[in-house]
T-cell receptor, first 114, second 110 residues
Framework: DGGITQSPKYLFRKEGQNVTLSCEQN?????MYWYRQDPGQGLRLIYY???????QKGDIAEGYSVSREKKESFPLTVTSAQKNPTAFYLC?????????????FGPGTRLLVL | DQQVKQNSPSLSVQEGRISILNCDYT??????FLWYKKYPAEGPTFLIS?????DKNEDGRFTVFLNKSAKHLSLHIVPSQPGDSAVYFC?????????FGAGTTVTVRA
């Protein structure tokens, strides 16, 4: 079964701690994305990657970092610089980055601050 | 600056009736629009899309209408079924980057 997996489902962060959210896809997609969802708001783009070893900032990249060392993996680190990290984080992938390329989403990770 | 707006946060409809979800956008460069459906604690799933060269696209019970002059699109679900109860997001784009609305929660009553 092809798809996108995200782990963990729930993650707790202590003050000053960095945490990493995992995203893996076996769809052989070139492009991967990270979004954040807050209550009453649409999804906002954090980072995206069009190809291995390359990534670009989205609209709300401050306090986050990513890497793309493998085609199938695009982990997101929420650093201590992100002052309001509590949110639902969604990873997505698409075959390319043309506008008609459908983005497929993972099940999400909910991050909570202790 | 929110470029896509869904002004109705919720919609309640009786099973078998039509659900109409509305979406407005401000970016005149958008030429492709999508609707996603999301269940609680899951990621959104793609539902239907429409290119700006069309004014209607139909897929089974789902039809999307686009009015470019009004910068407005709508999603019609006919007939509504209990499994349609979910949050629906509208998105617009002219490249890789999707701009999402805040979503409309649809509840289908038996």
């Amino acid at each position: 079964d092809g798809g996108i997996t995200q782990s963990p489902k729930y993650l707790f962060r202590k003050e000053g701690q960095n945490v990493t959210l995992s995203c893996e896809q076996n769809l052989n997609h070139d492009a991967m994305y990270w979004y954040r969802q807050d209550p009453g708001q649409g999804l906002r783009l954090i980072y995206y990657s069009q190809i291995v070893n390359d990534f670009q900032k989205g609209d709300i990249a401050e306090g986050y970092s990513v890497s793309r060392e493998k085609k199938e993996s695009f982990p997101l680190t929420v650093t201590s610089a992100q002052k309001n990290p509590t949110a639902f984080y969604l990873c997505a992938s698409s075959a390319g980055t043309g506008r008609r390329e459908t983005q497929y989403f993972g099940p999400g990770t909910r991050l909570l601050v202790l | 600056d929110q470029q896509v707006k869904q002004n109705s946060p919720s919609l309640s409809v009786q099973e078998g009736r039509i659900s109409i979800l509305n979406c407005d956008y401000t970016n005149s460069m958008f030429d492709y629009f999508l609707w996603y459906k999301k269940y609680p604690a899951e990621g959104p799933t793609f539902l239907i899309s429409i290119s700006s060269i069309k004014d209607k696209n139909e897929d089974g019970r789902f039809t999307v209408f686009l009015n470019k002059s009004a910068k407005h699109l709508s999603l019609h679900i006919v007939p509504s079924q209990p499994g349609d109860s979910a949050v629906y997001f509208c998105a617009g784009t002219n490249d890789y980057k999707l701009s999402f609305g805040a979503g409309t929660t649809v509840t289908v009553r038996a």
